[in-house]
């Protein structure tokens, strides 16, 4: 089973890296950090683009356990690490999370626009 789950994550990752390559100039992202029911952290990342033909998509690019604490640092590490792996790095213009201190200070390190919900 997880062998299919990554052919499907290989096959999304490859059609947004295509859409984002030349016709994309902007992505914004929304993140949240949240515990699951066994007490474990999560940091999940959604883009949202409007296509060339004027869809609204909004592909959910990663959930990674966070292993470590929570501090500003750490997450914007995975972000970035995010972003390069999906190869728009360049092309963020804003991440809306809540209004937790750490996640604000994260924009500041990836020059992001910071956006509080």
Known sequence: MIGRLQVMAEGVKSKLK?????????IALTTDIWTS????????????????????????LTTVSMEERHTADYIAQCLKT??????????????LHD????????ERQNSWVDINS
């Open 37 to 60: 029911m066994s007490n474990d952290a999560y940091l999940s990342v959604t883009a949202s683009y409007i296509t060339g033909d004027w869809q609204l998509q909004m592909p959910v």
């Open 82 to 95: 995010t972003t390069d792996e999906w190869g728009i790095s360049d092309k963020v213009s804003a991440v």
């Open 99 to 106: 209004g937790a201190a750490n996640i604000t200070d994260t």
């Open 18 to 26: 295509d859409e984002t390559r030349d016709t994309l100039a902007q």
